[in-house]
């Protein structure tokens, strides 16, 4: 079983609207919580990073929140746009070499 | 500033042939890393470096090597392709092995070994 999941797996939307994805973990002991975009073709691109006594972490219209007791993150788009689609990896460090990676939420922006 | 670059984009390979993926960061990193990323599953840690002179396994070493002669370069090696090695590779540094780091990612070799 990962120790990191996220769902859903995929996800569809239309411009405009927001969305939420989410990453449950069971890595132990926790370092930090990362979310990555992945545009198709090209290498992971750091949103934000999250400490275990951080809830909540902004950049642009990209809102992470994690709960360190229930292992639970989540990363919310608002309004999206096109070029959001991409795949959404969430990453737990259990130390500063040891990352686990989840499998990624695969988001598609219908105009 | 480039980032970090990495070369070639794509590679087809045969069976038993070897290979020399490139990795070069402008960033002065020290930490730099090698990972893999098939369908389905999260990146896997191959190799990394937390300094030139330094290497280490991670989670999927078996049939690559690495080398750090310089703070810049960081290449992986496959030694004697396999079709188990199709997939694709990204190189990644960070300023130091400190976990809160920012990880900046290459944008990727495509291998195919037929």
């Known amino acids: 079983k990962n120790q990191v999941e996220q769902s859903p797996q995929s996800l569809i939307i239309l411009e405009g609207k927001n969305c939420t994805l989410q990453?449950?973990?069971?890595?132990?002991?926790?370092?930090?919580l990362r979310w990555y975009k992945q545009d198709t073709g090209r290498g992971p691109v750091s949103l934000t990073i999250?400490?275990?006594?951080?809830n909540t972490k902004s950049n642009g219209r990209y809102t992470a929140t994690l709960d360190a007791d229930t292992k639970q993150s989540s990363l919310h788009i608002t309004a999206s746009q096109l070029s959001d689609s991409a795949s959404y990896i969430c990453?737990?460090?259990?130390?500063?070499?040891?990352?686990?990676f989840g499998q990624g939420t695969r988001l598609t922006i219908n105009p | 500033n480039a980032g970090v670059t990495q070369t070639p984009k794509f590679q087809v390979l045969k069976t038993g042939q070897s290979m020399t993926l490139q990795c070069a960061q402008d960033m002065n990193h020290e930490y730099m890393s090698w990972y893999r990323q098939d369908p389905g599953m999260g990146l896997r840690l191959i190799h990394y470096s937390v300094g030139a002179g330094i290497t280490d396994q991670g989670e999927v070493p078996n049939g690559y090597n690495v080398s750090r002669s310089t703070t810049e370069d960081f290449p992986l090696r496959l030694l004697s392709a396999a079709p188990s090695q199709t997939s694709v590779y990204f190189c990644a540094s960070s300023y130091s092995w400190g976990s809160g780091n920012t990880i900046y990612f290459g944008e990727g070799s495509w291998l195919t070994v037929v």
């Open positions: 990453c449950n973990y069971t890595v132990s002991p926790f370092s930090n």
């Open positions: 990453v737990v460090s259990k130390t500063a070499q040891k990352l686990v």
């Open positions: 999250m400490t275990f006594s951080e």
